[in-house]
Protein backbone atom coordinates (compact mmCIF):
# COMPACT_ATOMS: atom_id res chain seq x y z
CA UNK A 1 0.00 0.00 0.00
CA UNK A 2 2.96 2.60 0.99
CA UNK A 3 4.55 2.21 -2.81
CA UNK A 4 1.02 2.78 -4.52
CA UNK A 5 0.45 5.55 -2.52
CA UNK A 6 3.88 6.70 -3.21
CA UNK A 7 3.22 6.35 -6.82
CA UNK A 8 0.14 8.07 -6.65
CA UNK A 9 2.28 11.26 -4.68
CA UNK A 10 4.68 11.43 -7.47
CA UNK A 11 2.22 11.34 -10.33
CA UNK A 12 -0.05 14.22 -8.59
CA UNK A 13 3.30 16.05 -8.56
CA UNK A 14 4.10 16.02 -12.20
CA UNK A 15 0.58 16.79 -12.53
CA UNK A 16 1.27 20.31 -10.60
CA UNK A 17 4.26 20.57 -12.21
CA UNK A 18 3.30 20.04 -15.64
CA UNK A 19 0.07 21.97 -14.87
CA UNK A 20 -1.71 19.68 -16.28
CA UNK A 21 -5.38 18.87 -14.51
CA UNK A 22 -5.62 16.36 -12.46
CA UNK A 23 -8.72 14.53 -14.73
CA UNK A 24 -8.55 10.58 -14.06
CA UNK A 25 -7.26 9.91 -17.95
CA UNK A 26 -4.67 12.23 -17.13
CA UNK A 27 -3.93 10.77 -13.12
CA UNK A 28 -4.02 7.26 -15.38
CA UNK A 29 -0.72 8.43 -17.87
CA UNK A 30 0.95 9.70 -14.98
CA UNK A 31 0.48 7.30 -12.09
CA UNK A 32 1.67 4.17 -15.15
CA UNK A 33 4.44 6.59 -15.91
CA UNK A 34 5.81 6.86 -12.55
CA UNK A 35 5.10 3.70 -12.11
CA UNK A 36 7.21 2.49 -15.02
CA UNK A 37 4.12 -0.07 -15.83
CA UNK A 38 4.53 0.63 -19.47
CA UNK A 39 7.99 0.99 -20.66
CA UNK A 40 6.88 2.71 -24.08
CA UNK A 41 4.75 5.08 -22.17
CA UNK A 42 7.49 5.95 -20.23
CA UNK A 43 10.22 6.42 -23.07
CA UNK A 44 7.51 8.64 -25.36
CA UNK A 45 6.86 10.66 -22.47
CA UNK A 46 10.33 11.13 -21.67
CA UNK A 47 10.70 11.91 -25.53
CA UNK A 48 8.34 14.48 -25.09
CA UNK A 49 9.58 16.31 -21.78
CA UNK A 50 12.95 16.24 -23.38
CA UNK A 51 11.38 18.50 -26.58
CA UNK A 52 9.57 20.48 -23.89
CA UNK A 53 6.51 19.27 -25.17
CA UNK A 54 3.54 21.30 -23.74
CA UNK A 55 1.14 18.87 -22.34
CA UNK A 56 -2.10 20.44 -24.00
CA UNK A 57 -5.41 18.57 -23.62
CA UNK A 58 -5.03 16.96 -27.10
CA UNK A 59 -1.01 15.98 -26.16
CA UNK A 60 -3.08 13.98 -22.58
CA UNK A 61 -5.65 12.55 -25.14
CA UNK A 62 -3.25 11.12 -27.37
CA UNK A 63 -1.37 9.59 -24.47
CA UNK A 64 -4.29 7.92 -22.86
CA UNK A 65 -5.61 7.05 -26.42
CA UNK A 66 -3.02 4.98 -27.51
CA UNK A 67 -1.41 3.44 -23.95
CA UNK A 68 -5.02 2.87 -22.47
CA UNK A 69 -7.34 2.47 -25.75
CA UNK A 70 -9.90 -0.35 -26.26
CA UNK A 71 -6.77 -1.88 -28.30
CA UNK A 72 -5.52 -2.96 -25.36
CA UNK A 73 -7.92 -4.10 -23.72
CA UNK A 74 -8.34 -6.67 -26.66
CA UNK A 75 -5.32 -7.31 -26.28
CA UNK A 76 -6.00 -8.16 -22.53
CA UNK A 77 -8.40 -10.18 -23.40
CA UNK A 78 -6.80 -11.93 -26.30
CA UNK A 79 -4.02 -13.22 -23.48
CA UNK A 80 -6.29 -13.84 -20.92
CA UNK A 81 -8.18 -16.55 -23.21
CA UNK A 82 -5.11 -17.92 -24.43
CA UNK A 83 -3.93 -18.32 -20.72
CA UNK A 84 -7.08 -19.87 -20.23
CA UNK A 85 -7.10 -22.06 -23.16
CA UNK A 86 -3.48 -23.36 -21.78
CA UNK A 87 -4.81 -24.52 -18.54
CA UNK A 88 -7.56 -26.36 -19.21
CA UNK A 89 -5.58 -28.07 -21.86
CA UNK A 90 -2.93 -28.51 -18.87
CA UNK A 91 -5.77 -29.85 -16.76
CA UNK A 92 -6.56 -32.18 -19.52
CA UNK A 93 -3.52 -33.64 -20.03
CA UNK A 94 -3.53 -33.80 -16.18
CA UNK A 95 -6.89 -36.01 -15.72
CA UNK A 96 -6.00 -38.43 -19.05
CA UNK A 97 -2.77 -39.43 -16.77
CA UNK A 98 -4.45 -39.84 -13.65
CA UNK A 99 -7.51 -41.83 -15.55
CA UNK A 100 -5.10 -43.45 -17.13
CA UNK A 101 -3.30 -44.32 -13.54
CA UNK A 102 -6.37 -45.35 -12.14
CA UNK A 103 -7.20 -47.46 -15.04
CA UNK A 104 -3.80 -49.64 -14.08
CA UNK A 105 -4.43 -49.62 -10.20
CA UNK A 106 -7.69 -50.61 -11.37
CA UNK A 107 -6.34 -53.94 -13.47
CA UNK A 108 -4.09 -54.59 -10.69
CA UNK A 109 -6.28 -54.70 -7.83
CA UNK A 110 -8.50 -57.32 -10.36
CA UNK A 111 -5.50 -59.28 -11.17
CA UNK A 112 -5.42 -59.81 -7.00
CA UNK A 113 -8.68 -60.15 -6.61
CA UNK A 114 -8.64 -63.09 -9.31
CA UNK A 115 -6.12 -64.80 -7.36
CA UNK A 116 -7.45 -64.17 -4.34
CA UNK A 117 -10.52 -65.75 -5.72
CA UNK A 118 -9.02 -68.71 -6.65
CA UNK A 119 -7.50 -69.57 -3.57
CA UNK A 120 -8.61 -70.03 -0.16
CA UNK A 121 -8.00 -66.19 0.92
CA UNK A 122 -9.73 -64.28 3.40
CA UNK A 123 -13.57 -63.61 2.23
CA UNK A 124 -13.54 -60.13 3.75
CA UNK A 125 -9.92 -59.39 2.41
CA UNK A 126 -11.37 -60.45 -1.19
CA UNK A 127 -14.43 -58.56 -0.57
CA UNK A 128 -12.93 -54.99 0.37
CA UNK A 129 -10.51 -55.79 -2.74
CA UNK A 130 -13.73 -55.90 -4.99
CA UNK A 131 -15.00 -52.90 -3.54
CA UNK A 132 -11.84 -51.12 -4.17
CA UNK A 133 -11.79 -52.26 -8.02
CA UNK A 134 -15.29 -50.92 -8.43
CA UNK A 135 -14.30 -47.36 -7.49
CA UNK A 136 -11.30 -47.41 -9.15
CA UNK A 137 -13.90 -48.02 -12.21
CA UNK A 138 -15.65 -45.36 -11.39
CA UNK A 139 -12.93 -42.38 -10.44
CA UNK A 140 -11.90 -43.75 -14.47
CA UNK A 141 -14.67 -43.39 -15.92
CA UNK A 142 -15.66 -39.62 -14.21
CA UNK A 143 -12.02 -39.02 -15.06
CA UNK A 144 -12.69 -39.62 -18.76
CA UNK A 145 -15.87 -37.63 -18.50
CA UNK A 146 -14.02 -35.01 -17.32
CA UNK A 147 -11.28 -34.68 -19.59
CA UNK A 148 -13.72 -34.82 -22.15
CA UNK A 149 -15.89 -31.72 -21.07
CA UNK A 150 -12.28 -30.03 -20.64
CA UNK A 151 -11.50 -30.72 -23.73
CA UNK A 152 -14.55 -29.39 -25.09
CA UNK A 153 -14.35 -26.51 -23.26
CA UNK A 154 -10.77 -25.27 -24.88
CA UNK A 155 -12.25 -25.95 -28.05
CA UNK A 156 -15.15 -23.31 -26.94
CA UNK A 157 -11.69 -20.78 -25.75
CA UNK A 158 -9.96 -21.76 -29.11
CA UNK A 159 -13.18 -20.80 -30.91
CA UNK A 160 -13.74 -17.52 -28.74
CA UNK A 161 -10.55 -16.00 -29.47
CA UNK A 162 -11.02 -17.03 -33.20
CA UNK A 163 -14.70 -14.95 -32.80
CA UNK A 164 -12.36 -12.27 -30.78
CA UNK A 165 -9.92 -11.77 -33.59
CA UNK A 166 -12.17 -11.98 -35.81
CA UNK A 167 -14.49 -8.88 -33.99
CA UNK A 168 -10.84 -6.96 -33.96
CA UNK A 169 -10.25 -7.01 -37.65
CA UNK A 170 -13.94 -6.22 -38.80
CA UNK A 171 -13.59 -3.06 -36.23
CA UNK A 172 -10.42 -1.99 -37.83
CA UNK A 173 -11.38 -2.49 -41.43
CA UNK A 174 -13.48 -0.24 -43.43
CA UNK A 175 -16.20 -3.06 -45.19
CA UNK A 176 -16.02 -1.57 -48.37
CA UNK A 177 -12.57 -1.03 -49.33
CA UNK A 178 -10.78 -3.58 -47.25
CA UNK A 179 -8.20 -0.91 -46.02
CA UNK A 180 -7.81 0.36 -42.15
CA UNK A 181 -10.36 2.57 -40.78
CA UNK A 182 -10.68 5.89 -39.77
CA UNK A 183 -9.99 4.60 -35.80
CA UNK A 184 -7.01 2.61 -36.82
CA UNK A 185 -5.51 5.53 -39.20
CA UNK A 186 -5.69 7.82 -35.95
CA UNK A 187 -4.34 4.80 -33.68
CA UNK A 188 -1.32 4.47 -36.25
CA UNK A 189 -1.00 8.13 -36.83
CA UNK A 190 0.25 8.34 -33.13
CA UNK A 191 2.04 5.38 -32.42
CA UNK A 192 3.99 6.05 -36.03
CA UNK A 193 4.67 9.96 -34.47
CA UNK A 194 5.51 8.38 -31.19
CA UNK A 195 8.32 6.31 -33.12
CA UNK A 196 9.45 9.08 -35.53
CA UNK A 197 10.25 10.54 -32.22
CA UNK A 198 12.01 8.07 -30.36
CA UNK A 199 13.96 6.97 -33.29
CA UNK A 200 14.47 10.51 -34.88
CA UNK A 201 12.90 9.04 -37.84
CA UNK A 202 10.70 11.24 -40.73
CA UNK A 203 7.20 10.47 -41.10
CA UNK A 204 5.15 11.65 -44.04
CA UNK A 205 1.54 11.62 -44.02
CA UNK A 206 -0.33 11.75 -47.90
CA UNK A 207 -4.80 12.64 -48.20
CA UNK A 208 -5.93 11.64 -51.23
CA UNK A 209 -9.19 12.32 -53.08
CA UNK A 210 -11.00 11.51 -56.20
CA UNK A 211 -11.71 14.21 -58.59
CA UNK A 212 -15.50 15.03 -59.40
CA UNK A 213 -16.38 11.71 -57.82
CA UNK A 214 -19.78 13.76 -56.99
CA UNK A 215 -19.65 13.79 -60.72
CA UNK A 216 -19.46 10.01 -61.70
CA UNK A 217 -21.64 8.87 -58.95
CA UNK A 218 -24.38 10.81 -60.08
CA UNK A 219 -23.87 10.24 -63.96
CA UNK A 220 -23.09 5.97 -63.20
CA UNK A 221 -24.76 5.05 -59.92
CA UNK A 222 -23.59 4.40 -56.56
CA UNK A 223 -22.51 0.77 -57.59
CA UNK A 224 -20.45 1.64 -60.24
CA UNK A 225 -19.04 4.52 -57.77
CA UNK A 226 -18.23 1.69 -55.26
CA UNK A 227 -16.17 -0.15 -57.94
CA UNK A 228 -13.80 2.79 -57.95
CA UNK A 229 -13.26 3.13 -54.96
CA UNK A 230 -12.05 -0.60 -54.22
CA UNK A 231 -10.28 -0.06 -57.33
CA UNK A 232 -8.22 3.22 -55.67
CA UNK A 233 -8.04 0.77 -52.66
CA UNK A 234 -5.93 -1.87 -54.15
CA UNK A 235 -3.97 0.47 -56.30
CA UNK A 236 -2.88 2.00 -52.78
CA UNK A 237 -2.10 -1.65 -51.30
CA UNK A 238 0.18 -2.08 -54.27
CA UNK A 239 2.01 0.93 -54.44
CA UNK A 240 2.91 1.03 -50.38
CA UNK A 241 5.62 -0.60 -48.57
CA UNK A 242 5.13 -3.32 -45.58
CA UNK A 243 5.65 -0.31 -42.89
CA UNK A 244 3.04 1.92 -44.38
CA UNK A 245 -0.35 2.16 -43.79
CA UNK A 246 -3.54 3.42 -46.40
CA UNK A 247 -6.67 4.35 -45.05
CA UNK A 248 -9.98 5.13 -46.06
CA UNK A 249 -10.42 8.60 -44.47
CA UNK A 250 -13.80 9.53 -45.58
CA UNK A 251 -16.15 9.21 -48.83
CA UNK A 252 -13.95 9.71 -51.12
CA UNK A 253 -10.72 10.93 -49.19
CA UNK A 254 -7.94 8.44 -48.53
CA UNK A 255 -4.98 9.05 -46.42
CA UNK A 256 -1.02 7.27 -46.58
CA UNK A 257 0.78 6.95 -42.94
CA UNK A 258 4.83 6.92 -44.42
CA UNK A 259 6.79 6.06 -41.45
CA UNK A 260 10.58 6.92 -42.12
CA UNK A 261 9.60 9.16 -45.42
CA UNK A 262 10.85 12.43 -45.79
CA UNK A 263 8.92 15.26 -47.56
CA UNK A 264 10.47 14.51 -51.07
CA UNK A 265 10.09 10.69 -51.21
CA UNK A 266 6.10 10.84 -49.93
CA UNK A 267 5.37 13.17 -52.89
CA UNK A 268 7.49 10.22 -54.86
CA UNK A 269 4.89 8.00 -53.75
CA UNK A 270 2.53 10.09 -54.21
CA UNK A 271 2.89 10.72 -57.67
CA UNK A 272 3.08 6.90 -58.77
CA UNK A 273 -0.33 6.75 -57.08
CA UNK A 274 -1.43 9.10 -58.91
CA UNK A 275 0.18 8.24 -62.35
CA UNK A 276 -1.39 4.35 -61.71
CA UNK A 277 -4.99 5.31 -60.69
CA UNK A 278 -4.53 7.68 -63.87
CA UNK A 279 -4.23 4.70 -66.72
CA UNK A 280 -7.00 2.87 -64.93
CA UNK A 281 -10.09 2.39 -66.88
CA UNK A 282 -13.49 2.16 -65.67
CA UNK A 283 -15.47 -0.61 -67.44
CA UNK A 284 -19.37 -1.90 -66.98
CA UNK A 285 -18.65 -5.17 -67.12
CA UNK A 286 -22.96 -5.88 -68.30
CA UNK A 287 -22.60 -3.94 -71.12
CA UNK A 288 -19.01 -3.26 -72.01
CA UNK A 289 -18.76 0.33 -72.02
CA UNK A 290 -16.31 2.42 -71.32
CA UNK A 291 -17.15 4.50 -68.78
CA UNK A 292 -13.40 6.78 -68.64
CA UNK A 293 -10.93 6.88 -66.08
CA UNK A 294 -10.41 8.87 -62.87
CA UNK A 295 -7.67 11.01 -61.33
CA UNK A 296 -6.30 11.73 -57.81
CA UNK A 297 -5.55 15.11 -56.43
CA UNK A 298 -2.57 14.32 -53.46
CA UNK A 299 -1.59 16.39 -50.56
CA UNK A 300 1.54 15.97 -48.95
CA UNK A 301 3.36 17.06 -45.27
CA UNK A 302 5.97 16.07 -42.81
CA UNK A 303 5.40 15.60 -39.39
CA UNK A 304 6.80 18.03 -37.09
CA UNK A 305 8.33 16.02 -33.84
CA UNK A 306 6.12 17.14 -30.68
CA UNK A 307 3.57 19.18 -32.98
CA UNK A 308 -0.11 18.45 -32.85
CA UNK A 309 -1.33 15.49 -35.03
CA UNK A 310 -4.40 17.73 -36.17
CA UNK A 311 -1.07 20.29 -37.20
CA UNK A 312 -0.16 17.70 -39.60
CA UNK A 313 -3.32 16.68 -41.12
CA UNK A 314 -4.59 19.94 -41.52
CA UNK A 315 -1.16 20.77 -43.31
CA UNK A 316 -1.43 17.33 -46.02
CA UNK A 317 -5.22 19.02 -46.07
CA UNK A 318 -4.17 22.46 -47.25
CA UNK A 319 -2.27 20.86 -49.65
CA UNK A 320 -4.61 18.88 -51.06
CA UNK A 321 -7.22 21.89 -51.35
CA UNK A 322 -4.13 23.79 -52.93
CA UNK A 323 -3.84 20.58 -55.77
CA UNK A 324 -7.79 21.07 -56.35
CA UNK A 325 -7.42 24.86 -57.24
CA UNK A 326 -4.14 24.49 -59.55
CA UNK A 327 -6.43 21.68 -61.74
CA UNK A 328 -6.49 18.84 -60.03
CA UNK A 329 -5.07 15.57 -61.00
CA UNK A 330 -1.94 16.74 -59.12
CA UNK A 331 0.22 16.06 -55.91
CA UNK A 332 1.26 19.44 -54.17
CA UNK A 333 3.89 19.19 -51.12
CA UNK A 334 3.26 21.55 -48.23
CA UNK A 335 6.58 23.16 -49.31
CA UNK A 336 4.70 24.37 -52.48
CA UNK A 337 1.90 26.12 -50.68
CA UNK A 338 1.20 29.37 -48.73
CA UNK A 339 -0.47 28.47 -46.01
CA UNK A 340 -1.89 31.79 -44.77
CA UNK A 341 -3.41 32.20 -48.81
CA UNK A 342 -5.22 28.74 -48.56
CA UNK A 343 -6.83 29.52 -45.09
CA UNK A 344 -8.02 32.84 -46.12
CA UNK A 345 -9.12 31.65 -49.52
CA UNK A 346 -7.43 33.51 -51.71
Not at 59 to 74: D, T, Y
Not at 128 to 148: D, F, H, Y
Not at 233 to 241: M, Q, T
Request: net charge negative.
Amino acid sequence: MADITKIAEQAIAKLRGLEIPPSPDNFTIWYHYCAESYPDLKRTVDILIDNKQDFSPEVCANLFERFFSQNLENQNLSNATEKLEGVIKRAAEFLNEAGEGAAEFGETLADVSGVLETSSGNPQIREIISGIVSASKQMEARSQILERRLIESSDEVAELRKEVEVTRIEASTDALTGLANRKIFDITLRESAALSMEEGEPLSLLMLDIDFFKKFNDNYGHQTGDKVLKLLALVLKESIKGQDTAARYGGEEFVVVLPQTELANAFKVGELIRKRIAKKKIVNRTSGETLGGITLSVGAAVYVPGEPLVNLIERADMALYTAKQNGRNRVVSEDDIDVQKVVVGI
